[in-house]
């Protein structure tokens, strides 16, 4: 793919923690700890999260299940998830989930924790929201609400079906918290689902990662830390160093445009990927927050920005 100039693509946004949510002192109250809260088609859920550098990990079939939807096996390590004529496709090792052919980027990516497939909360807080299927995210109070009168409504699902739960037994007093078993060894068909690093390439790739910025141009401000300044030129290029290892893991051979702060002129980025004859070319840039905003913290995500050069129908596709 020839790279005839660079744009500048928004890679991800800085994620800053917010603190934790209060004690539960009612059933309308934050849930405490590392969980959330359900409200489905069986009542309230309390569920517990895997901890995970990309916010956290959900059971994808405990959750398909509270709100009413499905999960299905589509092969070893690949999943399909249906909500109220929404469907996702998910796979092991994979940050992305497929919706009507289209990638959408996940935050971190789907595994198998415990025997079942989980995948970032992510997914049901920022992405399927958007799908106007009845289904609302309340950050403030760590719930995931279903609106039974937008969404089709489904058959109730008990508490004792969904393994792996944590779930509020009294919900008009002071709560009761019930755990269930959640079952050790893996399903058949999942215990394989990892494959050796570039195992599944049909041949050697090569992908160039370029990190924005650098030396005299910092890029966005960011946020200051021990009294010094953390921007964005300095986030670009971490990321980059990570994505590098990830891809290197995958069996991808991998060129830097820059490993240290220094600046690479926009003109050069994209004449050191043709010269590199890469397969992709991925600039890494950070928004930042507008200091005029009221909550700027709450800020989080990620764009992505490409330049397709496909003038025919055959070659988009």
Do not use: C
Request: hydrophobic share 40%; charged share 20%; net charge positive.
């Amino acid at each position: 793919m020839s790279v005839r100039r660079v744009m500048r693509a928004a890679g991800a946004a800085l994620l800053v923690g917010a603190s934790a949510p209060p004690t539960l002192v009612g059933a309308s109250a934050p849930p405490p700890g590392n969980v959330i809260r359900v409200t489905g088609i069986s009542g309230d859920t309390v569920l517990s999260l895997v901890e995970s550098s990309g916010g956290g990990l959900v059971p994808v079939d405990v959750l398909a299940r509270l709100l009413g939807g499905s999960l299905d096996s589509t092969g070893a390590g690949r999943w399909r998830l249906t909500l109220y004529g929404s469907v996702l496709d998910l796979e092991h090792g994979s940050p992305f989930a497929g919706y009507n052919g289209f990638p959408l980027p996940l935050s971190e990516a789907t595994r198998v924790v415990d025997g079942r497939p989980h995948t970032s909360l992510q997914l049901f807080s920022d992405v399927i929201p958007r799908f106007g299927i009845g289904i609302l995210w309340d950050r403030s109070r760590s719930e995931l609400r279903l609106f039974q009168a937008i969404a089709r409504r489904a058959g109730p699902a008990a508490w004792k079906d969904l393994p792996g739960t944590v779930v509020i037994t009294n919900a008009s007093g002071p709560p009761a918290v019930k755990p269930v078993n959640v079952p050790t060894k893996p399903p058949a068909d999942e215990s394989a689902t990892a494959s050796a690093p570039g195992k599944s390439l049909t041949r050697r790739y090569k992908v160039v990662v370029d990190a924005g910025h650098g030396g005299v141009d910092p890029g966005n401000p960011g946020a200051i830390i021990a009294g010094r300044r953390v921007g964005e030129a300095q986030i670009t290029l971490a990321m980059s160093l990570k994505i590098e290892r990830e891809l290197k893991q995958r069996g991808i051979d991998v060129y830097m445009t820059r490993r240290t702060d220094t600046l690479i002129a926009l003109g050069d980025r994209g004449r050191i990927a043709n010269g590199q004859k890469a397969d992709l070319f991925i600039s890494i840039h950070t928004n930042a927050a507008n200091p005029a905003w009221k909550n700027g913290r709450a800020v989080r995500g990620f764009e992505t920005y490409f330049l397709s050069e496909a003038r025919t129908e055959d070659e988009r596709r």
